[in-house]
Each structure stands twice: as C-alpha cells, then as structure tokens.
C-alpha cells in the first residue's frame, strides 16, 4: 500500500511538518526469546562494526570474552551486544523495544550508570554510520522498579538514509552496558 502525506495550512503558509501515516502491519524483527528471562541463555549475534567499538575492545582487552552478556544472562559487568538486520525497503515508522532486569534487588546499585545504545556502529555522531539513542535505562527509576518494558521511537530518515546508502547488510546494532539482564529486543516496523 502506499502512504498519505497530510500537509497542514496554517494562515495560508504551507506548513513544514507534514507526517506520514503509515499502511500495512507491523514488520517485527527480534532476538532473544519473549520468555521473561527463562533460561538458559540465548546466543547474541552482533556485527563486525559492533564488536570493533571501543567499548567492545576494551571488555575484550581487559576480560576476555568473559564478560559479554547473553540473553537472559546474569551478572555484573557484562557488555550486551546484538544486531538486527533492517530488510531493504522504505520505512515510514520504527520503534525499538527490550524487555529489561535490574541486577541489584530494591537498593541503590551499579545498575544506575547502565546506558542503552542504538544505532549503527561505530557510533559516530554523523554520516551513515551514528548513535541513534543513547540514554540511561534506570536513571530516575524508583529503586523497587526492577523490571521494566523499555519502547523507544526511532527517526525513520535516518533508518532510511542507513539502509539506502550503505551496503548490504544493513545492521542496526544494540549496546546496553552492563549491569541490566536482557530478555528480547525488537524493532517494530512499518513500511510505507
């Protein structure tokens, strides 16, 4: 199907913001399994450019391959890192979902400092290849809050400028540092 296009006219003037309303289902791609943290832990499947960040090389450097985390895995200071494949079509809305675990129970912990990171790595700040979020996942979270649903809206643009101008395949890659136990993590996604 296609997409409609509404401009609004606001005294006359064609406004700028014209927003798209999206046809079709969702298009979910996904890993980790929707089990609430359920063991054993799920393999993770992160691309080249994520594991040569410089967060993965210095996990690397100073544990190994000890301390990167799986789904459903347990345990402190563990870097979680996956990959997703965006399929080669226009998207018109994206929203990113992890279901996520704090590591300490009810009290002030390390858990506080973890961060979320999407995008496409390395991570630069422009170009193709740039953080499309970056935030604190616990920050302002009561203490007693240690589960949560995690839904973030992404820039279709940017997922379309990725997809269109580099080559296949086209991965949107997910850092969370590294105290949070990840059940699944999902794109939702509408084509236009």
Aim: net charge positive.
């Amino acid at each position: 199907m296609g997409r409609v296009c509404r401009i609004v006219a606001i005294s006359g003037f064609l406004n700028a913001a014209a927003w798209c309303v999206c046809h079709g289902p969702d298009h979910i791609i996904s890993a980790g399994i929707e089990d609430n943290f359920r063991g054993p832990p799920k393999p993770v499947t992160p691309s080249a450019r994520l594991l040569a960040t410089e967060e993965a090389r210095i996990y690397f450097k100073l544990y190994g391959n000890s301390r990167f985390r799986r789904f459903d895995e347990d345990g402190g200071n563990r870097l979680f890192l996956t990959s997703l494949i965006l399929p080669s079509r226009r998207i018109c809305s994206a929203l990113f979902e992890t279901h996520l675990r704090r590591r300490f129970d009810g009290r002030f912990g390390m858990d506080y400092n973890d961060f979320l990171e999407l995008g496409f790595a390395p991570f630069c700040c422009t170009g193709t290849h740039k953080s499309l979020f970056r935030a604190g996942i616990w920050q302002g979270d009561p203490f007693d809050l240690l589960v949560k649903t995690l839904r973030v809206p992404l820039p279709a643009v940017e997922l379309n400028q990725f997809v269109f101008l580099t080559e296949s395949p086209h991965y949107f890659d997910i850092m969370i540092h590294n105290d949070t136990t990840v059940d699944y993590v999902k794109l939702i996604l509408r084509f236009e």
